[in-house]
């Protein structure tokens, strides 16, 4: 099946660490993805991560992968006030590439 | 610059008054998709394009229609708008990778069906 899970809301203090977390059900999902949606925007691909791999850096973004429990997570450190946004996971479902499943979303709110 | 535009970016109308939201990209991509978004839900998938003239059902089809008649047009046809169809739009445009794909995505649509 087709699921994929977000807390709602997450509030830290700039500088922190943010730590979004997203577990999924398709073991078979190839990409994982994690986008960002700021107020009034559209979706901007931050990264993603390919299913082979357990780990990708990116600047400020780390990507952790745990296949065996399904279990993706995005960490984003020296969090800034302009992180602040929507953050979504998403998966390539076994039912074909031409689309992504997503989570909920998770809303990061970073004060000052 | 590589884009996907939307118009109109807000509407309200009024139940059973057809309408229509255009998408276009400049990447040349041959599939394109179609989603909504409504809050606790996530995105869902209403229909997808895999090239000129071939469309098909996403998760979310029921009260929509598309069109392909050319690559960097996909524009999603409300032929009866009705109130449970308000939400936030967003057109993609994909490039397919090896076994994934990236998605561009367009600014969004809000609609509004009173």
């Known amino acids: 099946g087709e699921d994929v899970e977000q807390s709602l809301f997450l509030s830290v203090r700039e500088g922190d660490s943010s730590v979004i977390n997203c577990t999924y059900t398709?073991?078979?999902?190839?990409?994982l993805y994690w986008y960002k949606q700021e107020p009034g925007a559209g979706l901007q691909l931050l990264t993603y991560i390919f299913s082979n791999m357990d780990m990708k850096q990116d600047q400020r973004l780390t990507v952790l992968l745990n296949k065996k429990d399904k279990h993706l997570s995005l960490r984003i450190a020296d969090t800034q006030t302009g992180d602040s946004a929507i953050y979504f996971c998403?998966?390539?479902?076994?039912?074909?590439?031409?689309?992504?499943?997503f989570g909920t979303g998770t809303r990061l709110l970073v004060s000052p | 610059e590589a884009q996907v535009t939307q118009n109109p970016r807000y509407l309200i109308t009024v139940t059973g008054k057809k309408l229509t939201v255009t998408c276009s990209q400049n990447m040349n991509h041959e599939y394109m998709s179609w989603y909504r978004q409504d809050p606790g839900l996530g995105l869902r998938q209403i229909y997808y394009s895999m090239n000129v003239e071939v469309t098909d059902k996403g998760d979310v089809p029921e009260g929509y229609k598309v069109s392909r008649k050319e690559k960097r047009n996909f524009p999603l046809i409300l032929e009866s708008p009705s109130p449970n169809q308000t939400s936030l739009y967003f057109c993609a445009s994909i490039l397919t990778l090896g076994g994934g794909n990236e998605q561009f995505f367009g600014p969004g649509t809000r609609l509004t069906v009173l």
């Open positions: 998403a998966e390539i479902p076994n039912t074909g590439f031409q689309k992504l499943v």
């Open positions: 398709d073991s078979s999902s190839t990409y």
